[in-house]
């Protein structure tokens, strides 16, 4: 199984500043990366798929990047609807994995 | 607008089954992939398998091979998730998840979830 591990675990910003979490695939999955914000009870919403394809409706404050085994999702000027907890999601191969998510917080 | 709902909250003894229901309305339902992913308390999701019903292809994450079986009825656009032989770590929030594709890409459609508690 292909192992995602994300960083840093949890995170806590101000609300204006940017943001970068980083997720790490433990081997080459092309662009076969998604990122999924999670809101306490309720199910993960896609944000970004393709490693950098924005979802329609989702803010361009929202981006992502990197390819192979290193990839990155960036906020730039935090908001505070955007605390929530992040989630990488590789699709090269079966099984599907997920990282184990990082925690936004506001300071 | 595409909709997955899920049935309710279940409360089982270790060693039971349990199955799921996952109806799907506003699309086609027989050619997009759709995927059970549990989330335990506090920890990030985990794929468990899918099914596209157009090829009435299943599959399964190894770890579950054996205790899980996920089927589709194209006459009510509803899957099921059927797990057995169920243990107290396997309490936990069941999703189903539909990709865009016939194959297991992203999920763009959730259900609302269904909390399966295994107690004593």
């Known amino acids: 199984d292909i192992q995602m591990t994300q960083s840093p675990s949890s995170l806590s910003a101000s609300v204006g500043d940017r943001v970068t979490i980083t997720c790490q695939a433990s081997r080459d999955i092309n662009n076969y990366l998604n990122w999924y914000q999670q809101k306490p009870g309720k199910a993960p919403n896609l944000l970004i798929y393709d490693a950098s394809t924005l979802k329609t409706g989702v803010p361009s404050r929202f981006s992502g990047s990197g390819s192979g085994t290193h990839f990155t999702i960036t906020i730039n000027s935090l908001q505070p609807e955007d605390i929530a907890t992040y989630y990488c999601q590789q699709y090269d191969s079966l099984p599907i994995t997920f990282g184990q998510g990082t925690r936004l917080e506001i300071k | 607008q595409v909709q997955l709902v899920q049935s309710g909250a279940e409360v089982k003894r270790p060693g039971s089954s349990v199955k799921v229901s996952c109806q799907a309305s506003?699309?086609?339902?027989?050619?997009?992939?759709i995927s059970w992913v549990r989330q335990a308390p506090g920890q990030g999701p985990e794929w468990m398998g899918g099914i596209i019903p157009l090829f009435g292809s299943t599959n399964y994450a190894q770890k579950f091979q054996g205790r899980v079986t996920i089927t589709a009825d194209e006459s009510t656009s509803t899957a099921y998730l059927d797990l057995k032989r169920l243990r107290f770590d396997d309490t936990a929030i069941y999703y189903c998840?539909?990709?865009?594709?016939?194959?297991?890409?992203?999920?763009?459609?959730w259900g609302q979830g269904s909390l399966v508690t295994v107690s004593s």
């Open positions: 506003g699309g086609a339902f027989s050619s997009y992939a």
């Open positions: 998840a539909r990709t865009q594709h016939t194959g297991y890409d992203r999920f763009d459609y």
